[in-house]
């Protein structure tokens, strides 16, 4: 994807390490990683061998790389979104679970992040913690 003609950055850079992926959000990370999953799978139709998937392998580095940056940003998001689930009547065991985490990890992620907050966001986010 570009913007008026020009790369993103996202676009253009080569991705070894998650420090190596530029400010982006989740959409074009995951867009991004597709494309480099498309490729490996041989799924991209129509395109001259030079643009299909590399031998050295970096398209795989490269949708695993871009991976754990979308998993980290989402681990940052997830806290008020367990918030949201909890204001909502959703239990522990659902939320742990549609977060892909154990009940006492997904408590204490949350307990870390209301921590964090301002009170009186603080108190209503930990009383809701139960």
Known sequence: MTSEGKPRALDTAELTTPADVPAADV????????RHQDRL???????PSQETATADGSDAIAAL????????QLGDEQ??????????GRTWS???????????QA???????AAGLDEPDRAEALQLAG
């Open 79 to 88: 806290p008020p979104l367990m918030r949201q689930a909890l204001q909502h």
């Open 41 to 47: 799978a041989g799924t991209v139709r129509g395109l």
């Open 107 to 113: 408590r204490v992620a949350y307990t870390a992040w």
């Open 94 to 104: 659902d939320i742990s679970t549609a977060a892909g985490l154990t009940v006492e």
């Open 65 to 72: 790389v871009l991976g754990t940056a979308i998993t980290v």
């Open 27 to 34: 959409v074009e990370m995951a867009h991004r990683r597709q």
